[in-house]
């Protein structure tokens, strides 16, 4: 039921501190109401009257601001709030209905938090004046580079326990002549450093919004180097032109100071001209493990990742 009430909306998040400079307007707007009045907690059925507005994209949707620090409990939160609020926003950006997200339990009667999320934003809902909200089926359009050539990647950790993050996520990486030159067509076997390949490289690794993100700005680590010796060989030809294969592990480091790392097979194949050695098209798979620290068992758990790649724009 609760899933058949969000589909009218596009669902999105924000997480971060207070004092953030790039802090949302819907945000801004739910948090000054609940920290301004912390004698009274619970949901704000007026935050919409003189909300901020905030651009975006038509139509209702849910957002989630989560208050990062747990410094705020000390700061001016209502007491029994969480750091997590829910908001419904008009098509125009404008916040109409915000609630605490975890409730406090008030009566004898329990209630499920599905329960409790669903009744708040049927009271959310029934203050859009939009009209009646249906949800209609749109086209599925993957990212694409338009007017340049590159490579898009699609991603998946394969976390029996996090159903979300085995949905692929699909990225696009734009690459310039020298980074194509660096795979041109090799008349005898040579090496390709890893490193050379970093700007899609990079984009290997888990979509979990808070899988590893820097405790002070809460963003998440970019990858920071990715290393390895990489096999460019002939691997024959057709009709259709003269081919390659790219193998060899790659190391993915990110960001973090703790020297975080995981690794995993790349193994690409890779298609030229019969008489030119620009790449003509691309397609290879990653196959590696994540190791994901599991709080509860304290300790890692090894986790498939996968990357798929394939060249675009005629590159």
Known sequence: ?????LRPFIVT???????DRDLPAAVRSVWSRKFRNPSRPGPDRSAGRNGDRNTGRAGGRNRRPNGGRSGDRDVGRPPGQSNVDLAVLDPSGRVVYSFDAFHRQRTARRESLADYTGRELRKGMALLTTGRLTSKPHPLVLPDLDGSSGIRVFVQLDDDRMPAYRAPVVEVVSL????????????QSRIVSASSLKSWLSQVYPSGVMERTDPRTKRVYAIQSTQGQLSLRPAGADRAGRYAVLT???TLTDEGRDGFSYRGLLE???RYPADADRVDDLKGVFEGVYPRFDRIRNRSRKLPLIAVFESRQGA
């Open 1 to 5: 039921m609760l899933v058949k009430q």
């Open 13 to 19: 998040s924000w997480h971060g501190h207070r004092e």
């Open 176 to 187: 310039d002549d020298d980074e194509w030159a660096t795979l041109r067509y090799p008349s």
């Open 248 to 250: 060899g592990e790659v």
């Open 268 to 270: 690409i194949v890779l």
